[in-house]
């Protein structure tokens, strides 16, 4: 295992504790899985240094907290604790887009939202925040954040949302690719990191063999909307390839389903004429405005057509995505695992799932020791690392990848 992950002379500010909500388990388990698998590591590198290994907190085969939010039969809950927390430094962990887990209300069965979710959360902040060193929450959809700003007279539920967790005395709020990371801007004194998978998407692509080519003549990037453009022109400058804009022309005289339809996308770019073409966007959530840019792009005569996106919520079901990949629409979607994702999904032949849990170990891991994110943690470097052995070992390294 790389050394980047030892701390040489940082000790953790407190025993982890990672409170992991029933909704986002199989992921937490992961994440401590690697966790462990670091201190371990640690452990061996620090004794070998000869370093000084007073109390680290890394003698512990699970960081997993014993707890749980049970219900009653009116459909209240409540946050249940089965062990100390006192001292800890404790990350809640929520996915408040699993719409899978069900609870009984006066004997109907009824599926959470994402607020059940939230108030789930607010529940083991408040069962554990008198007596932990410290709280962080590890919220990757970031609730409410499709609600960002206020047009027209509308409620400002993300800002609402962040405002009330920092009140309860939250410390720091993780989360990834936020739909707009300025709602930060509502709690200035609370620390709010947002980070994107861009680099999980390319090693995902690598290690699954996707035939790509590093050059300006085989690869562009897209954005299917003006919002997306900055993580198109972040990963088409780290990868040194051209970049493409769709922009939506909408009909402001109605409103359909809240918003007003899509008349039109309008690209903004160099031609795509035979080249591989990666889409990258936040969300697919019903899909239609991601899936109508690869069918526009696919008529500009583009040759291979990659989705990626960092939560693929499909509100609308798989049967469009396997018809557009019949019509050869598109090739690959690519979304990550910080969201609940259906098991019909997992084998759909055009999906790939880009792992995210040794990447949000290591976050968790250095806000344990209040270590910098910027060295080993970067998506920037480790992207610059893969074109560098592209160009040293050429297009061969890519189909034997790890």
């Given amino acids: 295992m790389a050394n980047d992950y030892v701390f040489n002379d940082a000790l953790p500010v407190a025993p982890l504790k990672i409170a992991a909500l029933e909704d986002c388990r199989s992921l937490a388990r992961k994440v401590n899985d690697h966790i462990v698998n670091f201190r371990k590591n640690d452990t061996k590198e620090l004794l070998r240094r000869k370093a000084d290994l007073r109390y680290r907190g890394y ?6 907290l014993d707890c749980a939010c049970p219900r009653f039969g009116s459909g209240e809950a409540k946050a249940v604790i089965n062990e100390s927390v006192r001292g800890t430094d404790i990350f809640a962990m929520v996915d408040i887009t699993n719409y899978s887990l069900t609870y009984t209300l006066s004997g109907i069965t009824n ?10 959360l607010k529940r083991i902040i408040a069962a554990t925040v008198a007596t932990a060193h410290r709280v962080n929450v590890v919220m990757p959809f970031l609730y409410e954040g499709r609600q960002h700003k206020r047009t027209k007279r509308e409620s400002l539920d993300c800002a609402l949302a962040l405002r009330e967790l920092q009140d309860m005395g939250v410390s720091n709020i993780v989360t990834f690719d936020a739909h707009d990371p300025r709602v930060q801007n509502a709690i200035p004194l609370c620390g709010f990191d947002n980070f994107l998978a861009t680099y999980q998407f390319m090693k995902t692509l690598f290690e699954h063999q996707v035939p790509i080519r590093l050059d300006k003549d085989s690869l562009m990037i ?104 019949a019509r050869e629409y598109f090739d690959y979607v690519v979304t990550t695992n910080l969201n609940y994702r259906p098991p019909q999904l997992l084998e759909r032949p055009w999906y790939l799932e880009a792992d995210m849990s ?39 390294y890519f189909q034997t990848i790890q």
């Fill in 222 to 325: 897209i954005s299917p909307d003006e919002g997306a453009m900055h993580r198109a022109v972040y990963l088409a400058n780290n990868l040194g390839v051209d970049m493409g804009m769709f922009y939506k022309r909408r009909d402001y005289s109605q409103i359909v389903d809240g918003r007003n339809p899509i008349v039109a996308h309008e690209f903004l770019g160099s031609s795509v004429a035979g080249k591989t073409v990666i889409i990258v966007d936040d969300m697919i959530s019903s899909g239609e405005s991601i899936l109508d840019t690869a069918k526009a792009l696919k008529k500009r005569n583009a040759g291979r057509i990659i989705l990626c996106c960092t939560f693929g919520l499909f509100t609308n079901g798989l049967e469009k995505f396997d018809d557009y990949y």
């Fill in 111 to 120: 599926h959470m939202s994402p607020d059940d979710h939230f108030q789930d």
């Fill in 59 to 64: 003698d512990v085969e699970s960081y997993l």
């Fill in 358 to 396: 040794k990447y949000l170990a290591a976050i968790i891991n250095s806000f344990n020791h209040d270590a910098s994110l910027n060295a080993a943690l970067s998506p920037t470097a480790k992207i610059q690392k893969l074109v560098t052995r592209y160009h040293a070992d050429g297009y061969e």
